[in-house]
């Protein structure tokens, strides 16, 4: 399963620097999720409705893949929308990413929605 953190490579053991002592290793790094909701014509905005981290980022992932709902990873924008108050809408830093996902996923799953007037046009 792709988990979105990052992933060790075994380097070339002809080029390989020793490990740094214990105290200056990084952190391994946890896994992040957020679960996204929105509905066209019943919201403005998509909301924050799950977010987790650790063992409860897996169990997101694991819902989302076992009920067909498409994951992409993007370790920026999960940053910007995993400090977000669940129940929340997107901030608007997050609008053309979240946009640019969203469509993804539904001309992925073939609903793509017909595009919407253009302001100023009548409806």
Excluded: C
Excluded at 110 to 121: E, W
């Amino acid at each position: 399963m792709t988990t979105g953190w990052p992933h060790i490579l075994a380097p070339d053991p002809d080029t390989a620097l020793p490990a740094p002592p214990p105290h200056q290793r990084p952190k391994p790094q946890r896994p992040v999720a957020v679960a996204l909701k929105y509905e066209q014509g019943r919201q403005a905005l998509p909301k924050v409705v799950a977010t987790g981290r650790g063992t409860l980022a897996e169990q997101i992932l694991e819902l989302a893949f076992a009920n067909g709902v498409k994951v992409r990873e993007d370790s920026d924008l999960v940053e910007i929308l995993s400090a977000i108050e669940l129940d929340s809408e997107i901030p608007v830093e997050a609008i053309v990413a979240v946009a640019e996902i969203l469509a993804h996923v539904y001309r992925a799953n073939g609903t793509l929605p017909p595009p919407l007037p253009a302001l100023g046009d009548p409806e």
